[in-house]
């Protein structure tokens, strides 16, 4: 007998699909906010927020998933 693996079970759908607009949320704050950082001279902080931004996106390479 192979003993079962305990694990978190997958959330449901409608819970993946709300994390991932509230993730592209998040993304479009901190870009917007990078892009207003770049006009106010501040570029180092601006492109740490706009790259943040592309990773958090659910359309970029998200640090929140696998």
Same mark, same amino acid.
């Given at each position: ?19 991932? =607009? ?41 640090? =929140?998933?696998?």
């Amino acid at each position: 007998m192979v003993p079962r693996r305990r694990g978190l079970a997958s959330p449901p759908k409608g819970h993946q699909e709300s994390m991932a =607009f509230i993730l592209w949320l998040l993304a479009v704050v901190l870009v917007i906010s990078g892009i207003v950082a770049l006009f106010r001279k501040q570029v180092l902080y601006g492109v740490v927020l706009i790259i943040l931004g592309l990773l958090v996106g659910p359309g970029g390479v998200s640090l =929140f998933t696998n």
